[in-house]
């Protein structure tokens, strides 16, 4: 029923801004925190930047600076602002979202499809 959806991905040149959204729909929630992870070719998926239901972020040191989180409550999104980009950040972009379905006894994490940043040198 939950359904999370990233948008904004593209390529661009080092240097250059992209802004990710992450959207979740499908019910009325009650809380939610979302979490962005990217996973380039041949790597393991790593944790990137997220924001939990109380609005704290948390950042990793190599996009610490570059990347800022803003949430929208009203929509149930977060966007991810992505600046001086490098090459490095090349990546396919998943958001994690672990919300609560209003009358729901459980938190659940939901995956969405990903999209891809491609920085060019």
């Given at each position: 029923?939950?359904?999370?959806?990233?948008?904004?991905?593209?390529?661009?040149?080092?240097?250059?801004?992209?802004?990710?959204?992450?959207?979740?729909?499908?019910?009325?929630?009650?809380?939610?925190?979302?979490?962005?992870?990217?996973?380039?070719?041949?790597?393991?998926?790593?944790?990137?930047?997220?924001?939990?239901n109380?609005?704290?972020?948390?950042?990793?040191?190599?996009?610490?600076g570059?990347?800022?989180?803003?949430?929208?409550?009203?929509?149930?999104?977060?966007?991810?602002?992505?600046?001086?980009?490098?090459?490095?950040?090349?990546?396919?972009?998943?958001?994690?979202?672990?919300?609560?379905?209003?009358?729901?006894?459980?938190?659940?994490?939901?995956?969405?499809?990903?999209?891809?940043?491609?920085?060019?040198s």
């Amino acid at each position: 029923q939950v359904q999370v959806v990233e948008s904004g991905g593209g390529s661009v040149q080092g240097g250059g801004s992209l802004r990710l959204s992450c959207a979740a729909s499908g019910c009325d929630f009650d809380g939610y925190g979302m979490w962005w992870y990217r996973q380039a070719p041949g790597k393991e998926r790593e944790f990137v930047i997220g924001i939990n239901n109380a609005g704290m972020t948390n950042v990793e040191e190599p996009v610490e600076g570059r990347f800022t989180l803003s949430k929208d409550n009203a929509k149930t999104m977060v966007y991810l602002q992505m600046n001086s980009l490098r090459p490095e950040d090349t990546a396919t972009y998943y958001c994690l979202t672990n919300a609560r379905c209003r009358g729901a006894s459980l938190w659940q994490a939901y995956w969405g499809q990903g999209t891809q940043v491609t920085v060019s040198s």
